[in-house]
């Protein structure tokens, strides 16, 4: 009988067999995925892995910190952070296309994992990291047979999934495993729940939220709008009824509103709260009255900018799940 901690066993002893005494690169995304499969790598190698976290300006509130603090503190994993903030928005600035924004962010992740890689080799005494810890599932695996159509939609750069021509060995200890398995095997490892029950969130993060030009400000009004909708589903009990619920900045709209005795005319974000499977298919979901109310009522008030709160009520099909 399979049981998570005999599953947990097997691939620690395939990775100690695969990896041998060589060193291992793992770039984590704050994802469930790269987080477990990282962890599981420490187990078996220790700090012969390093994981590289790239912080590139488009995270969530919080994010950084829940990876540099709670999960170092949970797994001991060794952590390097480059923080390329700068670079990202340089390299976006202008930019309003969705999939030119995603065709950057991509290529600039490239860029930065493989010199973090040269600088990591260099301290290591010019011994090169031989292999490359990736989180593939078990329906990635079945996916990449074939280009589905959604592929077609969106290109769905996977930040953090690095292309195949890079000079590693892979090793994927998840390779066999189904979503709910591996969430199993990341609370048998010990990590938090916050990063076990994650929801889904897209490699280009809130690059592909701002509708229009990403910059610094729009970023800042954008996290905190999500932030404020994280914390109300979370305090309503929901998250575990809701797919994901992206937050959407319309950067190039402005309403006019009113506020105190004075006019303002500022931007709306938009809601986009989802049930779904499996991502390909997804519904609207019906939130509370009073959780939609106490969002809107919050943002409007808190977030400087935001005069107008809105509720996208689309399916998938005929809308995707993010606006971009
Ligand atoms: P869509 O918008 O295509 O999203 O209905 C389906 C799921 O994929 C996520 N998503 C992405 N994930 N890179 C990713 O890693 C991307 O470029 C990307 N685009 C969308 C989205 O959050 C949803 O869970």
Redesign the pocket.
């Known amino acids: 009988r399979w049981t998570t901690a005999s599953i947990v066993d097997e691939q620690v002893e395939r990775v100690r067999a695969q990896v041998g005494d060589g060193r291992a690169i793992c770039g984590l995304?704050g994802?469930v995925d790269s987080a477990v499969a990282a962890a599981l790598v420490h187990r078996a190698i220790g700090d012969r892995l390093t994981c590289v976290f790239v912080d590139h300006g488009l995270l969530r509130a919080g994010e950084r910190a829940q990876v540099e603090r709670d999960y170092v503190s949970a797994t001991g994993v060794r952590l390097v952070t480059v923080d390329a903030r700068e670079r990202f928005l340089a390299a976006l600035a202008g930019v309003t296309d969705p999939e030119q924004k995603?065709k950057i962010?991509?290529r600039e992740f490239i860029r930065v994992f493989e010199q973090a890689e040269l600088d990591l080799q260099a301290e290591a005494g010019g011994d090169k990291y031989r292999y490359l810890v990736q989180g593939t599932l078990y329906p990635d695996v079945v996916e990449s047979g074939g280009g589905t159509g959604?592929a077609n939609?969106?290109?769905?750069?996977?930040?953090?999934?690095l292309p195949e021509d890079l000079d590693f060995e892979l090793v994927e200890p998840l390779r066999a495993l189904f979503k709910d398995e591996v969430r199993r095997v990341g609370t048998e490892l010990g990590l938090p729940e916050t990063i076990v029950q994650r929801?889904?969130?897209?490699?280009?993060g809130l690059g592909?939220r701002i509708i229009g030009e990403v910059t610094a400000e729009r970023l800042e009004i954008l996290r905190a709008a999500d932030a404020i909708a994280r914390e109300e589903l979370t305090a309503a009990g929901l998250d575990r009824d809701i797919?994901?619920c992206?937050v959407v900045l319309l950067a190039d709209v402005r309403s006019v509103g009113v506020q105190g005795d004075g006019r303002t005319y500022g931007h709306p974000v938009v809601l986009r709260p989802v049930s779904?499977e499996d991502?390909?298919t997804?519904d609207w979901t019906r939130l509370p009255y009073e959780t939609l109310e106490r969002v809107s009522t919050r943002i409007t008030n808190e977030v400087a900018d935001v005069n107008r709160v809105v509720l996208d009520v689309t399916s998938?099909p005929p809308?995707?799940?993010?606006?971009?």
Do not use: D, L
Not at 153 to 161: A, L, R
């Open positions: 995304s994802g995603r962010i991509g959604a939609i969106k290109s769905h750069h996977n930040v953090g999934g929801q889904p969130f897209p490699g280009p592909i797919w994901q992206p779904s991502a390909m997804a998938k809308g995707t799940i993010e606006w971009e």
